[in-house]
């Protein structure tokens, strides 16, 4: 069986899975080494505004395109940012503007084999002519007074067909379990991202997920936990 059989089939069953680090390279064509390489993007991201009151420090930016599902990207113009019904209990019906993506990190090549793979990957949920694609990389830090809180909307869903968390680095890091749910608030299964390259992939449709508070491993040295969360919808026609 290859490795895209095995993600849906288990997408298509339990609603979710785990991609080993050595699959999504093998999967990419990506040598281990290329992850250093694409973390940097990742210091190139600014502060969440919309978190300020609550003390998390996240980093972020922000971009959407239309994906077809043989990769091929149509450019969409950079606007707000605004998760659909309820699925977000934080911001419900709240619009955030966030800065783009910067143009390197748009154009990196391993942005887009991610993006192919996904596209691959979320046909066994729905086939529509066009993806909604929208790309999230995301750093949270923490520090011995502060933990950072990956998901402070806690458990939830996005509101899409895809949802899908990469991690890009981890440092200094404990915490930061991501866990999994049937729709009805069991768990399903509880993972931590701990090594570059690793892919969680769920069916947003049918399930929920949140992540566990990172703190640092060393108190006197801050944490940070480096991933790139995208997610696809069906488009609506233009």
């Known amino acids: ?59 972020r930016r922000y971009g959407h395109v239309g994906l077809r599902r043989t990769g091929e990207r149509r ?15 934080l911001y419900v019906g709240q619009e955030r503007h966030f800065e783009p993506l910067t ?16 596209a691959e990957a979320a046909s066994v ?18 520090t011995a007074g ?5 998901t402070p909307e806690g458990v939830h869903r996005d509101g899409v067909t895809l949802v899908s968390s990469l991690l890009v680095d981890r440092g200094n890091a404990d915490g930061g379990e991501s866990t999994v749910y049937h729709e009805d608030g069991v768990p ?8 570059p390259g690793t892919l969680l992939l769920g069916d947003d449709r049918r399930t ?4 566990s508070p990172v703190r640092p491993r060393d108190p006197g040295r801050p944490a940070h936990r ?8 069906e488009s609506e026609a233009d």
């Open 125 to 142: 949920l729905a086939d529509p002519p066009e993806w909604t694609a929208k790309i999230h990389p995301f750093r949270v830090v923490a």
């Open 146 to 150: 502060r933990a950072g809180e990956p």
């Open 75 to 89: 450019p969409r113009p950079h606007e707000a940012f605004l998760q659909p019904g309820d699925s977000n209990p």
């Open 1 to 59: 069986m290859s490795d895209l059989e095995r993600i849906t089939r288990q997408l298509a069953g339990p609603g979710a899975c785990v991609v080993p680090p050595e699959e999504t390279s093998r999967w990419l064509g990506t040598p281990p080494e290329r992850w250093a390489e694409f973390d940097r993007h990742w210091d190139e991201l600014v502060p969440d505004p919309y978190l300020r009151s609550s003390g998390t420090v996240r980093l």
């Open 103 to 118: 143009d390197a990190f748009a154009s990196d090549p391993l942005l887009g084999g991610l993006l192919t793979l996904l």
């Open 188 to 195: 399903m299964f509880r993972t931590v991202l701990d090594r």
């Open 226 to 233: 480096d991933v790139l969360v995208i997610t696809l919808a």
């Open 208 to 211: 929920l997920h949140g992540v």
